[in-house]
């Protein structure tokens, strides 16, 4: 009589996730709004992207948007529905410009994300590079990590909004500038970020994902598009990077372009 045995490999722990997903990444190309802070916590951004709406219509073009986004919470979403129109882009600029004002208001009740100070400061002393990919203005974004003495963290790489608003995620042009300025490949690469357009944009650029969700709306959104690994706090994330410590990070190598 034989017995039939199946060997099954044990099932890594969301730690031991965290330690390959660290050992393996020379560049983090961090989402802002979310996993660096929360950029409209003092400036509701339900009350932006109503202002938008208005601004749109008193140019005439209210009826370009459908009822939900007439009555969305999300700025980016009218942005979307701009483009989609196809206006040309001295609409799309003004409108730009008007959410990139919104956006450097709400900069003065911003509420840091927990744990993201120190885990971006962390990495940044191990030698990992760091890049902000986002679909905010660079303008907002550095005003931001200024403020936060943590605009030598990141230097020049922060790529985000302008006036092309086709580029915006899940496009996956700004992770390519981010790549193609850190001469880091795909493979290298962590993007860590709280919304299936991240998700996607990451996928499109073969980069891998980490999402990033404050509470369970925004995990079942990211795992409903198929986003694998997600935490809710960036500590468990600052713990495994600090188990690494100095000398540990891997050493950058050269790259071909991306495009």
């Known amino acids: ?9 044990p099932v890594a722990s969301p730690t031991d996730r965290l330690r390959r997903l660290v050992a393996r990444t020379e560049v983090v190309l961090w989402d802002f709004d979310g996993p660096i802070c929360r950029l409209f916590s003092g400036h509701p951004a339900p009350g932006v992207a109503g202002g938008l709406v208005d601004w749109l219509e008193t140019r005439g073009l209210r009826g370009l948007l459908t009822e939900a986004e007439r009555h969305t919470a999300d700025p980016q979403v009218v942005l979307r529905a701009v483009d989609r129109a196809g206006l040309g882009r001295g609409v799309a600029a003004e409108l730009e410009e008007r959410l990139t004002q919104e956006e450097l208001r709400a900069t003065a009740t911003a509420m840091p994300t927990a744990w993201a100070d120190p885990l971006i400061r962390t990495w940044t002393a191990l030698g990992v590079r760091l890049a902000v990919a986002s679909n905010n203005s660079p303008r907002v974004i550095g005003a931001y990590l200024a403020g936060r003495g943590l605009a030598d963290c990141f230097g020049p790489h922060i790529y985000g909004r302008d006036a092309a608003l086709h580029r915006l995620k899940p496009d996956p042009y700004h992770l390519h500038r981010a790549l193609n300025a850190l001469t880091a490949a ?15 944009a990451a996928r499109r650029a073969g980069v891998t994902f980490l999402g990033y969700a404050r509470n369970a709306r925004k995990a079942r959104l990211l795992a409903d598009a198929g986003a694998r690994d997600v935490i809710g706090s960036l ?10 410590g100095p000398g540990s990070a891997p050493r950058p190598q050269q790259h071909l372009p991306h495009h």
């Open 186 to 200: 795909p493979a290298a690469a962590l993007l860590i970020g709280d919304s299936p357009v991240d998700h996607e």
């Open 1 to 9: 009589m034989t017995s039939d045995t199946t060997r099954t490999e």
């Open 235 to 244: 500590e468990p994330l600052l713990r495994v990077v600090r188990e690494r």
